[in-house]
């Protein structure tokens, strides 16, 4: 009965993550572009923001989310070895501030973290559901991708490697 749901549990996140429909034989569809955003820190320091102009990986995550605690020293990992040539940004989802950036000191997360009680940012993205969530952003502010669930330091490099590639659909 398990495997049943996982199965399905599975093919939902797999069916979403495809976007259900999308067989059609005519021209590839067009690049997504990134909406900007600035919001104030999860940690009351500043501000965090994306804006087109430089590789950016944006991370959705919240503190009542175990895969996204897992994840995060990855993330830091990537960011350190990225630095200078990829942004990183974290945007903490419908969470209390308080818990976001306890999650991030214990994580070890330095990156800008924006804080969005409301998800506002994930409806742009049109990120309806599923913790944790990551777009990748060329610097000309086309959504190269975007991964549902918890992503390893090699994926993440793989992924941040990829942001400097043209696209296969131009």
Not at 38 to 61: K, M, Q, Y
Request: a negative charge.
């Amino acid at each position: 009965m398990v495997g049943v749901v996982v199965l399905l549990v599975g093919g939902a996140v797999v069916a979403f993550a495809a976007g259900a429909g999308s067989s059609s034989a005519g021209p590839p569809p067009a690049p997504r572009v990134a909406q900007a955003f600035s919001l104030e820190d999860v940690r009351g320091t500043g501000v965090a923001a994306f804006s087109p102009g430089v590789p950016t990986v944006i991370n959705f995550f919240a503190s009542w989310c175990e895969p996204c605690r897992q994840e995060m020293p990855a993330l830091q990992a990537a960011a350190n070895e990225s630095a200078g040539r990829v942004a990183f940004v974290g945007v903490g989802h419908q969470d209390s501030r308080t818990r976001g950036a306890e999650m991030l000191e214990a994580t070890g997360v330095t990156y800008p973290a924006a804080y969005d009680p409301t998800g506002s940012v994930a409806a742009t993205y049109g990120l309806r559901r599923g913790l944790p969530a990551t777009v990748f952003v060329a610097a000309d502010g086309t959504i190269r991708d975007t991964v549902l669930g918890a992503l390893d330091l090699e994926q993440l490099n793989a992924k941040v490697e990829r942001l400097f590639t043209l696209r296969s659909d131009q």
